[in-house]
């Protein structure tokens, strides 16, 4: 099947900085994909989602890069705060009903 | 009110017992699913209801039976526990979209974590 990976399985940032996750999918047929977030002891919960039609879109402090000819997507999120700290999902489909989901990145943020 | 309310949050068994968890959601969505996630936080797509019909299979075990009274319930029965079964398993719901700015993006409970021993 499909497959989404992510680089990095842990990043830590300083409260303030820019922080990156980044994530890569194999199935160039894809053309939706969406970022969740998931806090400890909660549910993944959407964060911002994107078209294949599109290379980029903003949302509050957060911004999706999708680059279709390499196949990667990126968050990033603006003066990371303290409450960003949280694992941090890509999940991508090619029929809105089924996604698969990356392996997750642990985002740390240091006060 | 929760969007997405499943029961229970916490589930410990011995292995070989049969037990269910159930999932409700008042948001109007017409899709429902059950996610499981490992240790490893990996979450895999088990099963996918829209309006009461079945539309999603993934490769599971048919110890596990998905039940879904109407749009707004679906259980998931699992039969004979094994302690492979240990994961936090998630129910998400969407709503079907209309146009090119509709959003697809689930919406999800908040878990229940299975340990079997």
């Known amino acids: 099947g499909e497959s989404v990976g992510l680089h990095l399985p842990t990043l830590s940032v300083q409260e303030g900085d820019n922080s990156i996750i980044n994530c890569a999918y194999s199935n160039s047929a894809s053309d939706y994909f969406i970022w969740y977030k998931q806090e400890s002891g909660k549910g993944p919960q959407f964060i911002i989602d994107?078209?294949?039609?599109?290379d980029k879109r903003q949302g509050q402090r957060v911004t999706v890069l999708l680059n279709k000819t390499v196949k990667h997507l990126s968050l990033q999120i603006a003066a990371t705060q303290p409450g960003d700290s949280a694992v941090y999902f890509c999940?991508?489909?090619?029929?809105?009903?089924?996604?698969?989901f990356g392996s997750g990145t642990k985002l740390n943020v240091k006060p | 009110d929760t969007a997405v309310s499943q029961t229970p949050k916490y589930l410990v068994t011995q292995m070989g017992n049969d037990k269910s968890i159930k999932c409700e959601q008042n948001?109007?969505?017409?899709?429902m699913y059950w996610y499981k996630q490992d240790s490893k936080k990996f979450l895999k797509i088990m099963f996918s209801?829209?309006?009461?019909?079945?539309?999603i299979n993934e490769t599971v075990p048919n110890r596990f039976s998905p039940k879904s009274p109407d749009k707004a319930h679906l259980n998931l029965h699992i039969n004979s526990l094994e302690l492979g079964d240990s994961a936090v398993y998630f129910c998400a719901s969407s709503q079907d979209g209309q146009g090119p700015l509709a959003n697809y993006g689930y919406t999800f409970g908040s878990g229940t974590r299975l340990t079997v021993v």
């Open positions: 209801y829209n309006n009461k019909e079945l539309i």
């Open positions: 994107i078209r294949s039609n599109m």
């Open positions: 999940a991508e489909s090619g029929n809105f009903n089924k996604f698969y």
């Open positions: 948001l109007g969505h017409d899709t």
